[in-house]
């Protein structure tokens, strides 16, 4: 064949020259190899490139989505940097978290404070420093305050009565002056132990303090400068019969410190009245940066009374000094202003109450006012794209408190609440926390839910409640306050409140697209709080801490498909005051008003969250109430004598859960719809809830409406082993005052068949919180956190005049 023929002469001519012959075939598989190196060589060319810069930008990504989380909103600020240090609220007892104490509203302000501890114990003294409920002080307060310059405030602590008075003068360019007395008195038995009064200033180090000292132990003053101070002067007078004075300069790493160092700075010492615990003098540790720390310590018999008296060298035109019978006439003065005002603002004297009910009603609201702080510092914070948590940026918050004693710091969702009643006595007030607060906000449009600012108030948190997650909300509250503040911006018509709802409203829009976007749920105007622990293996229902209502019943199973109620009805007013903002500043209110109409639409709320059998409104998830928690076995390798080690119980499904409505659990949640206003006047909806309202068997008690029926089956439960219940059958005062609220609104508003049957409720649900929050106040000392649906008796944590304060409003009838 001539191919075969072919083929052999040409592997015969290789073989005779020992040169490599190619045939046309060959030559074109190498031309095609050639032709493919080129390519991959033009492909690598553009594709490296591209693989570097993806994986540079895959990093990149990475790394900006790691820092996102604590990456500012680009938005101006609301409090500018002149609101941030206007002089007029520069100085105040902005140290909630102690007994009594000043600073400024700066990041490296100076901390003074009150000490006092009892002498002749057979053990060592408690000193009484921060307000902790281990302490046992049978009642302490504020009697009034007006929320910047005047305070009066008592403490109970066995036989002894401890008055704090305070005063605040203006003047010159560094906050001007400040007063605090102090007076020890006895209360009970006379008693011949003796009492020493603590004072102290401390400093971040930055200042220089000259201290002034006689007879070696008797500290009168310090002369201090200071970048923000400038110069001043801090006095101490005292007066009492044979009285002893020590003192003690030290240096403190943190004020978070500043009781220890005292407690180390004590030694026993002898006087002509005997041996007394008293301080040592100086007590500086050699690698410290030197004292930044002056106490001044007065000891004796009751009565004994202190003055410490601050000036600011720049308030040259000063009339005279805040002290002596100046400073007693101008507490009267103030006094006598801060009833006028009280009686201006909330008629209660009008209204026919008693001088008991005012005073209750003040003490209320000026422990809400004088539990105003000012903190400094980062959350810590995480998101998915961070393996650890990291620092938020640096910031200061302007804000009340939950609790002096155990929340002495910034809770989102409570704020709320507090400003309802901040914003009547004083709206400056609650424009600036407010702005404080919307400050907070990341890029992302999320304010972390919890503010723990600063080493002082992290001393104070356990470690897994300190981080905040991106991904979880809260109620977002401050919606309440603002709804009835824009009316009054709108009617004062001014350049200030203009302007300051322009530069609020940017953050407004962040944080109401960052809920629309995170928290919406899988069908259209349904919502859902992330944040649901499904492998909580321990808890027989696992909690909604973001919802601001922990363990309140939801769906036994999380699942995306959770329809949360509460947050439907906060989404609807959020919306609704977007909406009325929007048009105030001529900016475009459609979307809002087209969302608030959607999640207002009683036909489609009925349809995703009513059940008609039950005649109520419900969450809706996969559900199962055939849940218990049962001890596990013991381990396997377990041998038969040996201590079996404990396991904590561990839930158990007995039913297999289904996707439905979750009617079993009726409670506050049940009651949005009209807790929010919802529902229209003459809906067949309200008048059912109106009717179960006042069912004692379901959330009706004479001293206000239990967060859960005694019906459902986890009323009063463990939702651990360890964790008693909080919102399942106690009496929560936020609650019940937006269901007075809205019985107001129903009953006297707006008309409609239910109306004569909400006013009904309205008047007895009001009188019952307040004759049941007056009556635990006058049996032990406090208002409370919560309130047992079976005895009213006080509950949880005391005291507790954040949103329990609203009371005053109740008493009021300001909704």
């Known amino acids: 064949m001539p191919g075969k023929e072919h083929s052999h002469s040409s ?406 609440f507090h400003n309802l009643l901040i914003k009547e006595w004083d709206q400056e007030l609650s424009m600036e926390i407010i702005g404080h607060w919307m400050d907070l906000i990341n890029t992302e449009g999320w304010i972390p839910r919890e503010q723990i600012l600063g080493e002082e108030a992290r001393a104070k948190v356990p470690e897994q409640f300190v981080v905040q997650r991106n991904e979880n909300a809260n109620p977002p509250t401050f919606f309440l306050p603002l709804e009835t503040m824009v009316e009054s911006l709108i009617e004062e018509n001014s350049t200030n409140s203009r302007e300051y709802l322009s530069s609020l409203f940017p953050r407004l829009k962040a944080w109401y697209k960052w809920f629309n976007t995170t928290q919406a749920g899988e069908i259209p105007s349904s919502y859902r709080w992330k944040g649901r622990n499904e492998k909580a293996v321990s808890e027989i229902n696992p909690k909604t801490l973001t919802s601001g209502l922990d363990d309140y019943p939801r769906a036994s199973h999380p699942t995306n498909e959770e329809r949360h109620l509460d947050l439907r009805c906060w989404m609807a007013l959020a919306s609704k005051v977007m909406a009325k903002i929007a048009l105030t500043l001529g900016q475009e209110a459609q979307d809002y008003q087209l969302t608030f109409d959607a999640l207002s639409d009683n036909g489609l709320l009925n349809q995703l969250h009513w059940s008609e059998p039950h005649k109520r409104y419900a969450d809706f998830g996969l559900h199962t109430d055939s849940t218990k928690l049962v001890r596990p076995p013991p381990p396997q390798h377990h041998q038969p004598g040996q201590p079996i080690p404990h396991r904590d119980l561990e839930r158990v499904v007995t039913k297999e859960p289904k996707h439905k409505l979750i009617t079993g659990y009726f409670g506050y949640v049940s009651l949005f719809p009209m807790l929010t206003q919802l529902l229209e006047p003459g809906s067949d909806q309200l008048g059912h809830i109106l009717r179960q309202l006042k069912d004692e068997n379901q959330l009706w008690t004479a001293y206000g409406l239990r967060s859960l029926s005694q019906s459902s089956p986890l009323y009063q439960r463990y939702n651990t082993e360890h964790d008693p219940p909080y919102w399942r059958g106690a009496i929560w005062i936020n609650i019940n005052y937006l269901a007075v609220r809205s019985l107001f609104h129903y009953g006297y508003i707006v008309k409609g068949p239910h109306q004569e049957l909400a006013a009904s409720l309205h008047s007895e649900l009001r009188d019952n919180i307040i004759n049941n929050l007056l009556a635990e106040y006058r049996r032990t000392g406090y208002i409370w956190e919560q309130y047992d649906d079976k005895t009213g008796q006080g509950k949880g944590c005391h005291p507790f005049t954040g949103w329990s304060a609203l009371v005053t409003l109740l008493m009021a009838d300001k909704y």
């Not at 046309?24 to 594709?47: G, P, W």
């Not at 704090?164 to 209360?187: F, L, P, Q």
């Not at 301080?279 to 004292?291: E, N, Y």
């Not at 002290?323 to 009267?332: K, P």
Request: proline share 5%; aromatic share 12%.
């Open 11 to 416: 592997i015969r001519h290789r073989k005779q020259t020992g040169k490599k012959s190619t045939t046309k075939a060959q030559a074109n598989d190498q031309y095609e190899e050639s032709a493919d190196v080129d390519k991959l060589a033009v492909l690598l060319y553009i594709a490296v490139p591209l693989i570097i810069s993806s994986f540079i930008g895959y990093f990149y990504y990475q790394d900006m989505m790691k820092n996102i989380v604590r990456k500012p909103s680009s938005s101006p600020p609301v409090i500018t940097k002149a609101r941030a240090e206007d002089m007029q609220r520069f100085w105040g007892t902005y140290r909630p978290g102690v007994y009594f104490g000043t600073k400024t509203r700066s990041a490296n302000s100076p901390a003074t404070g009150l000490m006092w501890l009892e002498q002749n114990l057979p053990q060592e003294p408690k000193i009484r420093h921060l307000c902790e409920q281990g302490d046992g002080l049978s009642k302490y307060g504020w009697l009034k305050h007006n929320g910047n310059d005047f305070g009066i405030q008592e403490l109970y602590d066995g036989g002894m009565k401890i008055t704090t008075e305070y005063i605040k003068r203006v003047g010159g360019v560094n906050g001007g002056d400040w007063s605090a007395r102090i007076t020890a008195v006895n209360v009970g038995q006379p008693t011949d132990k003796q009492v020493s009064l603590l004072y102290y200033f401390a400093t971040d180090g930055s200042a220089e303090i000259n201290p002034k000292i006689t007879n070696h132990r008797h500290l009168k003053s310090l002369a201090g400068q200071d970048s923000e101070l400038g110069a001043f002067h801090l006095t101490f007078q005292s007066s009492g019969t044979g009285l002893t004075h020590d003192h003690l300069i030290s240096h403190t790493p943190g004020y978070e410190h500043i009781q220890t160092i005292v407690r180390y700075g004590l030694e026993m010492k002898h006087a002509s009245h005997g041996e007394y615990v008293g301080l040592k003098g100086r007590f500086v540790p050699a690698q410290s940066p030197g004292p930044n720390m002056y106490v001044y310590q007065v000891t004796g018999l009751l009565p004994i009374t202190i003055e410490v008296v601050y000036e600011s060298d720049t308030f040259t035109d000063r009339p005279n000094s805040l002290q002596g019978s100046v400073l007693q006439t101008e507490i009267a003065l103030r006094t006598q202003e801060f009833d006028k005002k009280f009686e201006k603002v909330f008629r209660l004297k009008e209204k026919g109450y008693s001088n008991e009910h005012i005073a209750f009603a003040q003490a209320a609201m000026s422990n809400m006012l004088g539990g105003v702080g000012f903190f400094f510092g980062s959350s810590k914070v995480q998101s998915v794209y961070n393996q650890e948590p990291i620092e938020y940026w640096e910031a200061g918050l302007f804000s009340a408190v939950p609790s002096r004693s155990f929340f002495p710091r910034g809770f989102l969702w409570d704020e709320g």
